[in-house]
Structures are given as structure tokens and as C-alpha cells.
């Protein structure tokens, strides 16, 4: 089982990364992250309703190019789940839930990003409130990242891949969308990645911003929630401050 820094640290540019998983004294932990290359992906910061639901938000109205794919909420409270995702698939998977279905069955409805020629992976995950347990899953456009083929839209389908963890304290998984940098960006590979889960709020969260390229990080999100009582705290960092 790896650190956040063993496995994002030296990765220059893993876009944006969902991590879900148990303390050491079994409260259930989520965080998100996002990181940016261009002017666009860049002027951004999280903000936090009343419930506590994160959303993206441009940091300076002025400078925004294209919303459809950076503005979006991230993290969902639901009754007996929390969501997270890096897209406006947390609203589909929300509506699925109310509407008494399952994460699958919402996630078959939605596809990798339009972001040709990268095809960026949507990642999500779910956490259940009765008993810690978390589903994490990925739409990748196949190849997308890899050849040339995929890269210029020829023959591109979506493969959806859906893991579900039972809670064990002191662990959890990561995902995020790019194994690096590079022209197009290489999608993230293989099934998500254990990492160890610090039992302290702030040491947890200062592992996983440190770890994040200093010039491409832009926002991070973590909580912790007992699942007996319902008491969540949160941290909440932006490189861009209002």
C-alpha cells in the first residue's frame, strides 16, 4: 500500500483524481483534486454550499473561454450517499439514486469527455453511508491517449469499468485521469490505485496538495465523516484565492 506521494508525486500532471477509502479509526474519507495546464483549466476555485456540496467555479469571470467542462459540482451529498466525480455526471448519478437506481445504471447513460483529441476519462466515485463501502468507476474512450488512430476519432467506443471496496481502516483507493503529461494525454491505466489513509484531517490533506505539481494544482477537497453520527469535517484549499 503507497502513499499519496508515492503515487502522484512525481507525476507532473495527473489531472484531476478522486480518493475514497477509511481512517484508522473508521470514519469514511473523500477527496477530490483538480489540476490544470491551460489559462482556462486554470481559473478556477471550489466553492461549498449551505449542504456542503462543492462546485467549480470560474475565478475570474472575465477570463472564462469554455464552461461546459470545468464548471461542474464535484461532490454531491445525498441521503445515504456522498458523490463525487470530476464532471456533471454527479448530477446523473444523483438522479439515479433519487430515482432508485443504481450507479451503473447511470453511468451507461454517460461517456468519456468530448475533448478531442484527449477523450478525457469521467471518474466517480460513491460512498455508502450505512457501511463505508465505495464504488469507484471510469468511462475511457478506448485507445484515446494511445494511438494515432484514437487521437483523430477513428473507432472510438467507451469502455466502463466499475470497482466496488469494502471499507478497511487505514486504506483506500485513488483514480484520476492522466498517467502524465504529454500531446494527446495519456489516460489513466488499470484498476484504481491503493494508497494509505492518514487518520489526521491536515496531514492527510497536506500529503495529497503536496504532492500535486506545484505550477498545475488548483483546487482540493477532503472530508471526513463519521458515519454513526453524521458529523463531517472538511478541508478546502484553492491556489486561487477570492
Known amino acids: 500500500m503507497k502513499t499519496i506521494k508515492e503515487c502522484i508525486g512525481t507525476n507532473p500532471y495527473p489531472g484531476r483524481g478522486v480518493i475514497i477509502g477509511t481512517a484508522a479509526d473508521g470514519r469514511a474519507v473523500i477527496g477530490y483534486f483538480i489540476s490544470g495546464r491551460s489559462q482556462n483549466s486554470r481559473n478556477r476555485i471550489f466553492v461549498a454550499d449551505e449542504r456542503g456540496d462543492i462546485f467549480t467555479r470560474p475565478f475570474d469571470e472575465s477570463k472564462v473561454q469554455d464552461p461546459s467542462l470545468i464548471i461542474y459540482r464535484a461532490v454531491a451529498h445525498m441521503k445515504d450517499a456522498l458523490i463525487v466525480t470530476n464532471g456533471d455526471q454527479t448530477d446523473t448519478i444523483a438522479e439515479h439514486i433519487m430515482e432508485g437506481k443504481s450507479v451503473a445504471e447511470a453511468l451507461k447513460t454517460r461517456e468519456y469527455e468530448p475533448d478531442a483529441p484527449n477523450y478525457t476519462s469521467r471518474i466517480s466515485g460513491v460512498l455508502r453511508y450505512e457501511d463505508g463501502s465505495y464504488q469507484i468507476s471510469i468511462l475511457k474512450a478506448a485507445g484515446a ?29 485513488i483514480i484520476h485521469t492522466y498517467e502524465g503529461d504529454g500531446d494527446p494525454l495519456p489516460a489513466f491505466c488499470g484498476e484504481p490505485r491503493q494508497i494509505k489513509i492518514e487518520n489526521d484531517i491536515d496531514e492527510m490533506t497536506g500529503q495529497i496538495w503536496d504532492s500535486l505539481n506545484e505550477d498545475n494544482r488548483i483546487s482540493l477537497y477532503v472530508s471526513y465523516r463519521d458515519l454513526k453520527t453524521g458529523t463531517e469535517e472538511t478541508r478546502l484549499i484553492n491556489k486561487n484565492e477570492r
Not at 472510438?156 to 481502516?169: A, G, K, W
Open 145 to 173: 491517449g494511445q494511438n494515432s488512430d484514437a487521437a483523430a476519432g477513428q473507432d472510438l467506443v467507451c469502455d466502463r469499468f466499475f470497482y466496488e471496496y469494502e471499507p478497511v481502516p487505514g486504506k483506500g483507493h
